[in-house]
């Protein structure tokens, strides 16, 4: 073994994390790669000897006492999202704090319709909604509102503890909150539309499940959904409400049929039993009506057009960066509130983290099937980067 391969390896590195994967899977995962890997020999022959010295005490309270590299991540990424997770090898996981502060961005998708108990697609349905209204002007003028300092509410399924329990074991067990969650400061530098999605033009849904009887009632009292509902079928009755003072000349609705052109009878057009004319003989059938008579008379038959059909929800992809706290979902959640509906988060890609940028210093995960011989050279080439760049910071403190 070389000098080069003697050496410590650990530090600070990120991956693209893939979606339908936990970030501790990703964490397990890396470590099957990583235990048995030359790459990370001398940490574990390091890390043995350390152990080895250790009092009888020290080894007896280890919690973990299997021998594999330390690995922990810097900012947890839920399943469905993907995008940049920072990870942490040996003393690395010690600077992992610093990132969960830092301003990141993300680009996301917002599906409007319908509220889920966990503000994405992947949770359980709690309210329906009207959408024919959402357009992409109208969620362009809400934006404005979400932009700068802002007070946000977390989600209720998020990680967060009120009196000592977290708010998502509320929700399970269909019990109230015992209070309201508190809204927190939190700062969006930049928020902007990425691309419109008319209902019928993507492939995002909304989930078929609904949430429990029990789970309802407490996003309702908890999130006021019913409420929100409320406002969504206002605002939907109040456009079309203008549409049809719109159509109206005066500015008056009618629900009465225009008045007919006051023409002459034609005698050929009778109710039948009424009076004959009399060039007609009693054993003749009147003759037949001509069809440009009827036509724009009282022959012609009430114009009926049925409503287009029904292609969906529209939905709209975002891009945006924020400070720490900041929760995507709770964006999504009250975006759809503030035009009239309802919505949650469908697609979630964290594009930067800190200094660690998609496409341009972050590990692909694909990489790592490919064998030690091609992951190892990315991985150590990316832990020197972060070695130099914390020396370079060190000296100009």
């Given at each position: 073994?070389?000098?080069?391969?003697?050496?410590?390896?650990?530090?600070?590195?990120?991956?693209?994390?893939?979606?339908?994967?936990?970030?501790?899977?990703?964490?397990?995962?890396?470590?099957?790669?990583?235990?048995?890997?030359?790459?990370?020999?001398?940490?574990?022959?390091?890390?043995?000897?350390s152990?080895?010295?250790?009092?009888?005490?020290?080894?007896?309270?280890?919690?973990?006492?299997?021998?594999?590299?330390?690995?922990?991540?810097?900012?947890?990424?839920?399943?469905?999202?993907?995008?940049?997770?920072?990870?942490?090898?040996?003393?690395?996981?010690?600077?992992?704090?610093?990132?969960?502060?830092?301003?990141?961005?993300?680009?996301?998708?917002?599906?409007?319709?319908?509220a889920?108990?966990?503000?994405?697609?992947?949770?359980?349905?709690?309210?329906?909604?009207?959408?024919?209204?959402?357009?992409?002007?109208k969620?362009?003028?809400?934006?404005?509102?979400?932009?700068?300092?802002?007070?946000?509410?977390?989600?209720?399924?998020?990680?967060?503890?009120?009196?000592?329990?977290?708010?998502?074991?509320?929700?399970?067990?269909?019990?109230?909150?015992?209070?309201?969650?508190?809204?927190?400061?939190?700062?969006?530098?930049?928020?902007?539309?990425?691309?419109?999605?008319?209902?019928g033009?993507?492939?995002?849904?909304?989930?078929?499940?609904?949430?429990?009887?029990?789970?309802?009632?407490?996003?309702?009292?908890v999130?006021?959904?019913?409420?929100?509902?409320?406002?969504?079928?206002e605002?939907?009755?109040?456009?079309?409400?203008?549409?049809?003072?719109?159509?109206?000349?005066?500015?008056?609705?009618?629900?009465?049929?225009?008045?007919?052109?006051?023409?002459?009878?034609?005698?050929?057009?009778?109710?039948?039993?009424?009076?004959?004319?009399?060039?007609?003989?009693?054993?003749?059938?009147p003759?037949?009506?001509?069809?440009?008579?009827?036509?724009?008379?009282?022959?012609t038959?009430?114009?009926?057009?049925?409503?287009?059909?029904?292609?969906?929800?529209p939905?709209v992809?975002?891009r945006m960066?924020?400070?720490?706290?900041?929760?995507?979902?709770?964006?999504?959640?009250?975006?759809?509130?503030?035009?009239?509906?309802?919505?949650?988060?469908?697609?979630?890609?964290?594009?930067r983290?800190?200094?660690?940028?998609?496409?341009?210093?972050?590990?692909?995960?694909?990489?790592?099937?490919?064998?030690?011989?091609?992951?190892?050279?990315?991985?150590?080439?990316?832990l020197?980067q972060?070695e130099?760049?914390?020396?370079?910071?060190?000296?100009?403190?």
């Amino acid at each position: 073994m070389s000098k080069a391969q003697l050496k410590v390896i650990e530090g600070v590195f990120a991956i693209n994390k893939p979606p339908d994967i936990s970030s501790a899977q990703v964490i397990r995962n890396l470590q099957q790669y990583f235990n048995p890997s030359s790459l990370f020999a001398p940490w574990l022959a390091a890390e043995r000897a350390s152990r080895d010295a250790e009092s009888r005490t020290q080894q007896r309270r280890r919690k973990d006492k299997r021998l594999q590299i330390k690995i922990g991540h810097g900012g947890t990424l839920d399943p469905m999202a993907t995008g940049v997770l920072i990870m942490g090898v040996g003393k690395g996981t010690k600077e992992l704090r610093g990132f969960l502060e830092c301003t990141k961005s993300y680009e996301a998708t917002v599906l409007f319709g319908g509220a889920t108990d966990t503000y994405d697609t992947l949770g359980k349905v709690l309210r329906r909604a009207e959408y024919g209204h959402v357009t992409r002007e109208k969620v362009e003028n809400e934006l404005e509102k979400f932009r700068g300092k802002i007070m946000q509410r977390p989600p209720i399924y998020s990680a967060l503890r009120v009196q000592g329990k977290r708010l998502y074991e509320y929700a399970r067990e269909g019990k109230e909150v015992p209070t309201e969650i508190k809204e927190r400061p939190v700062e969006v530098k930049e928020l902007q539309i990425v691309e419109w999605l008319d209902g019928g033009s993507h492939g995002y849904k909304l989930p078929e499940e609904e949430a429990e009887v029990e789970a309802k009632e407490l996003a309702g009292k908890v999130l006021h959904l019913d409420k929100a509902v409320a406002g969504a079928r206002e605002d939907v009755n109040g456009a079309k409400r203008k549409r049809e003072l719109e159509d109206c000349e005066d500015g008056v609705v009618s629900n009465k049929r225009p008045a007919l052109e006051q023409e002459e009878p034609d005698p050929r057009t009778l109710m039948s039993g009424g009076l004959q004319s009399p060039d007609q003989k009693p054993s003749e059938p009147p003759e037949p009506v001509s069809p440009k008579l009827a036509v724009g008379h009282f022959h012609t038959p009430p114009q009926t057009s049925s409503p287009p059909p029904d292609k969906g929800p529209p939905a709209v992809k975002l891009r945006m960066t924020v400070t720490s706290g900041f929760y995507v979902r709770s964006l999504s959640h009250d975006l759809g509130e503030a035009v009239g509906s309802l919505a949650c988060m469908s697609e979630l890609v964290r594009t930067r983290q800190g200094d660690f940028e998609l496409g341009k210093n972050v590990l692909e995960y694909e990489v790592l099937d490919k064998g030690e011989d091609i992951w190892a050279p990315h991985v150590e080439e990316l832990l020197k980067q972060w070695e130099q760049k914390a020396a370079e910071q060190d000296k100009g403190r």
